[in-house]
């Protein structure tokens, strides 16, 4: 089946500084890529919408300068979360859509997550 | 607004018994509904999905309902197995899903 990648799986910062990470489809091309976030207890947030080519959207009350979303390639989208702060700890999953076939929810694979840890 | 809402943090079973997670909607415009099931740590897997022209989808031990008038799913379990315990994420959705906050399943030997 389709495999989705992330990296790195866990990362620790200090605060300000600066982490990236990646979102890979490994055996597929994925036109479109989610971003999401998770808060303990709470469900997944979606946070942006990646299209490869053009600019990401970004949902509601998400910061586009402090997270920035960049889809260079149908196989690659990053998170960069800039100037990290400690409520920035959080586990970030991306999810990526085939590319060539409908925006359905049921051709979307996740990738494992990435633990974010800002000291 | 919570569009998607599954009221049931955790949820405990005996292991053979029958698991049933449930979840409501709010936003009658919603096509879609998927459950997916995530251990710690890791991303979530998709399990099961139906769409809104079905009232029931079954794939192995696991059944989904849709009761539209109702706004209102639910995932079947049977038997459930210890493999099972993990969180459920209930989605829904047009064009991008909604997730709920997960109940977590516990299956007891």
């Known amino acids: 089946g389709a495999v989705v990648s992330q990296h790195p799986s866990r990362v620790i910062c200090k605060s300000g500084t600066s982490v990236k990470i990646e979102c890979r489809s490994l055996d597929f091309q994925a036109t479109t890529m989610f971003w999401y976030r998770q808060f303990p207890k709470k469900s997944l947030m979606l946070m942006a919408t990646s299209n490869e080519g053009s600019k990401a959207t970004y949902e509601q009350g998400v910061e586009k300068d402090k997270f920035l979303i960049n889809h260079a390639s149908l196989t690659l989208s990053t998170l960069t979360v800039t100037s990290a702060h400690p409520e920035d700890s959080s586990f970030y999953i991306c999810s990526a859509y085939l590319a060539g076939g409908p925006v359905r929810t049921d051709t979307q694979y996740f990738g494992p997550g990435t633990r974010l840890t800002v000291l | 607004d919570q569009q998607v809402k599954q009221n049931s943090p955790s949820l405990s079973v005996q292991e053979g018994r029958i698991s049933i997670l449930n979840c409501d909607y709010t936003?009658?415009?919603?096509?879609?509904f998927l459950w997916y099931k995530k251990y710690p740590a890791e991303g979530p897997t998709f399990l099961i999905s139906?769409?809104?022209?079905?009232d029931k989808n079954e794939d192995g031990r696991f059944t989904v309902f849709l009761n539209k008038s109702a706004k209102h799913l639910s995932l079947h379990i049977v038997p459930s197995q210890p493999g099972d315990s993990a969180v459920y994420f209930c989605?829904?959705?047009?064009?991008?899903?909604?997730f709920g906050k997960g109940t977590r399943l516990h299956i007891l030997p």
């Open positions: 936003n009658s415009m919603f096509d879609y």
């Open positions: 989605a829904a959705g047009r064009d991008k899903i909604i």
């Open positions: 139906i769409s809104s022209i079905k």
